[in-house]
T-cell receptor
Framework: NAGVTQTPKFQVLKTGQSMTLQCAQD?????MYWYRQDPGMGLRLIYY???????DKGEVPNGYNVSRLNKREFSLRLESAAPSQTSVYFC????????????FGPGTRLTVL | KQEVTQIPAALSVPEGENLVLNCSFT??????LQWFRQDPGKGLTSLLL?????REQTSGRLNASLDKSSGRSTLYIAASQPGDSATYLC???????????FGAGTRLAVHP
């Protein structure tokens, strides 16, 4: 039982390049989330997927797209990376209902030059 | 809009002290509130989850309380140890689907 896994762990991009961050969970959770964490700040929600087949915007969605590939996998895509997207990205998941604990992956540290 | 504030921003204490970390939030219409621990360069580890109908939760040396009406939660750490050194994050929910809103955290250093 690996929990929430993310790939890659580290990535360096040049401005304008694209990439996809991968996330998978093996806890049979319905909902999945992408957050970003910047120095000195709390995590901010980028996008979430309440259930398989649905996605919705969070606080800071601009510059990102997501795909809920199946119940296990939720990917985040940067189409044209910008230096402002330099951050640590965390994926999380939770079971059905509003009272469930959210579990986080180890994060992807992204630098955009 | 839900805003979360954590006080103090940083704390340095000798081993053995009992600690109080504070979290306040502006919108009391929450479903639950989670406390997390984050070690440098690592992901978040869930410590405690308090549902909106509960007043407190305990796990080992940790106790978290919730006062929804006043928009406050407190994390108590008893008999602190150097291994407790980390950043502690508070996150109440906002709206449905368990969307969490995070504070900036309290950075704790416990020295021997």
């Amino acid at each position: 039982n690996a929990g929430v896994t993310q790939t890659p762990k580290f990535q360096v991009l040049k401005t304008g390049q694209s990439m996809t961050l991968q996330c998978a969970q093996d806890m049979n959770h319905n909902s999945m989330y992408w957050y970003r964490q910047d120095p000195g700040m709390g995590l901010r929600l980028i996008y979430y997927s309440a259930s398989e087949g649905t996605t919705d915007k969070g606080e800071v969605p601009n510059g990102y797209n997501v795909s809920r590939l199946n119940k296990r996998e939720f990917s985040l895509r940067l189409e044209s990376a910008a230096p402002s997207q330099t951050s640590v990205y965390f994926c999380a998941s939770t079971g059905a209902g509003s009272y469930n604990e959210q579990f986080f992956g180890p994060g992807t540290r992204l630098t955009v030059l | 809009k839900q805003e979360v504030t954590q006080i103090p921003a940083a704390l340095s204490v000798p081993e053995g002290e009992n600690l109080v970390l504070n979290c306040s939030f502006t919108d009391s219409a929450i479903y639950n509130l989670q406390w997390f621990r984050q070690d440098p360069g690592k992901g978040l580890t869930s410590l405690l989850l308090i549902q909106s109908s509960q007043r407190e939760q305990t796990s080992g040396r940790l106790n978290a309380s919730l006062d929804k009406s006043s928009g406050r939660s407190t994390l108590y750490i008893a008999a602190s140890q150097p291994g407790d050194s980390a950043t502690y994050l508070c996150a109440p929910t906002r709206g449905g689907y368990n969307k969490l809103i995070f504070g900036a955290g309290t950075r704790l250093a416990v020295h021997p």
